[in-house]
């Protein structure tokens, strides 16, 4: 299972382990990781699961799909390596995948 590492706005790390294939999102949810809302339970519809995936994570996932850019413009910070992490399916080769939180999902 691989070990995700979620960083707060404040710095605060938090180590989770994931399931293969299961969602950033459910694994920061499952372990009740402060600042992942996920309001719409993964349906790429409500953008309160955003998450920065710096270099070099970002190339590591599929790139966001039509849906997800446009619920990414309306998250409060958005930057280039923002993503909605219940689109992003975990794989062995996420072992160590760091996902900065925003300050706030509004
Ligand atoms: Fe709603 Fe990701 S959980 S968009």
Request: glycine residues 8%.
């Amino acid at each position: 299972m691989p070990k995700l590492v979620f960083i707060d706005a404040g710095g605060r790390e938090y180590v989770v382990e994931a399931a293969i294939g299961q969602s950033v999102m459910r694994a920061a949810v499952a372990a009740q990781i402060p600042g992942i809302e996920a309001l719409c339970g993964g349906n790429c519809v409500c953008a309160t699961c955003h998450a920065y995936i710096g270099e070099p994570w970002y190339e590591r996932f599929p790139a966001p799909d039509d849906t997800e850019s446009a619920m990414l413009e309306c998250t409060s910070e958005p930057r280039e390596d923002s993503r909605l992490t219940c689109q992003l399916p975990v794989t062995a080769e996420h072992e160590g995948l760091v996902i900065r939180l925003p300050a706030s999902q509004h």
